[in-house]
């Protein structure tokens, strides 16, 4: 089980009375998949943000993902700004992708142009290497 | 009288009166009369580092009339069902819809934050940007009277430092975690300060038509003196429901 899956365990969990705001089963958390490319679009939206991302493979063929994020003020508490990204910028997400084949999935952790690697969850703040999942909040 | 007498008068009166100066009468009654509620608050629900003297009870699940029971257990079952296939079925909230009361007082990890005056106290919560005004003092609609919505009427009243808020004319598509309710739900909330910091709000959901005894469950929040509320505007919604029924996310092509 992964760790997003037991913090949104936990948070329902600890006393039942917090409304999820939608379920994060059409992902598949039991898989990661890491994509590098280039950034056409960082959406500071809600009910969600999303990175748009250009993913070229080895021979150069180049496939769209939709990357969804926390909304602007759950990814504010593990250190996101909204201008972190835009147009043009190279990033490496890592993502738990969606179960229905299509090129989207849940971010798991982003490695910015400057270096700095920032997660998906409340005061989780930047993910660190020893983990493998920086988790998303029960939203 | 002596001189010092007077004097000593003189000053007291000095010191009452910049009372009544420095302080807006609204404010000055609120906070003098009454718990300050004023501020952000963030959930509070126990885990690493809190005090577990403060946090909420566990909830237990609520007694259902059988006929209703049935209907709510199934529905929940089914989703749980959907979810393990990875098609959650959809639910207001999938379609931006607003959650209501009582649900927007504990949607995630979002704050609320709270407005007190000394006739209405006004409550924001962060997810969807969701108010709820309560009118202090003022009586109680019949339900029949009050238009049926997410917010419904909420009128409130001070015990003590407990404020006691009573709410009708929760339309019935409008359910908290799911759970039926008929037009005749009436739901009592009686807020306090269990700590300097720490404001809990225990909500009682009365509902003689489909419930067998009042449902109650309790939730606590930790004052944020610093917080600045983040607007929130679903303009960005992605998830759509197919011709199945499931949830969707749209996923762009470029």
Same mark, same amino acid.
């Given at each position: ?139 | ?49 809190? %005090? ?91 339900? @029949? %009277? ?50 300097? %910091? ?27 003196? @610093? ?28």
């Amino acid at each position: 089980m992964c760790r997003l899956t037991i913090l949104a365990t936990a948070i329902l969990s600890l006393t039942g009375t917090a409304i999820a705001h939608h379920s994060f089963a059409m992902f598949d958390q039991t898989k990661q998949t890491t994509l590098t490319g280039t950034v056409t679009a960082f959406e500071w939206t809600n009910p969600h943000a999303y990175i748009e991302i250009d993913v070229p493979d080895e021979k150069g063929t180049v496939k769209h993902w939709s990357v969804e994020l926390g909304s602007p003020s759950i990814l504010m508490q593990s250190g996101w700004k909204f201008k972190d990204l835009k147009h043009g910028d190279k990033v490496t997400v890592r993502i738990s992708p969606l179960k229905d084949g299509k090129s989207g999935g849940l971010l798991v952790q982003a490695t910015l142009p400057d270096g700095r690697v920032l997660g998906n969850g409340p005061g989780r703040g930047p993910a660190q290497p020893a983990s493998t999942n920086a988790g998303a909040p029960n939203q | 009288m002596t001189r010092y007498h007077g004097m000593l008068f003189a000053v007291l009166g000095l010191v009452l009166l910049s009372f009544i100066i420095v302080l807006p009468p609204a404010q000055s009654q609120s906070i003098a009369s009454h718990a300050d509620f004023n501020g952000a608050w963030g959930p509070y629900r126990g885990g690493r580092g809190a %005090d577990t003297k403060l946090t909420p009870p566990p909830a237990s699940p609520p007694a259902l009339k059988p006929q209703y029971a049935k209907q709510y257990e199934a529905r929940r079952a089914a989703e749980a069902e959907a979810n393990s296939r990875g098609e959650p079925l959809p639910n207001a909230s999938s379609s931006c819809i607003p959650y209501g009361v009582p649900s927007m007082m504990s949607v995630a990890v979002y704050p609320i934050e709270i407005i007190q005056t000394t006739k209405q106290i006004t409550i924001i919560a962060e997810a969807f940007s969701e108010v709820r005004r309560i009118y202090i003092g003022k009586p109680q609609m019949r339900i @029949d %009277d009050v238009p049926p919505g997410y917010y419904g009427r909420s009128v409130g009243r001070w015990e003590g430092d407990t404020l006691v808020i009573d709410t009708v004319g929760i339309k019935e598509s409008v359910q908290y975690q799911r759970m039926p309710h008929s037009d005749r739900m009436h739901i009592i909330e009686r807020m306090r300060l269990v700590a300097p %910091d720490i404001l809990q709000d225990q909500i009682t959901i009365e509902d003689p038509v489909m419930l067998e005894k009042p449902y109650t469950y309790t939730l606590a929040y930790r004052r944020m003196p @610093d917080y600045e509320m983040v607007e929130f505007v679903c303009d960005n919604n992605r998830e759509y429901v197919d011709d199945k029924g499931v949830v969707r996310l749209r996923v762009r092509e470029k």
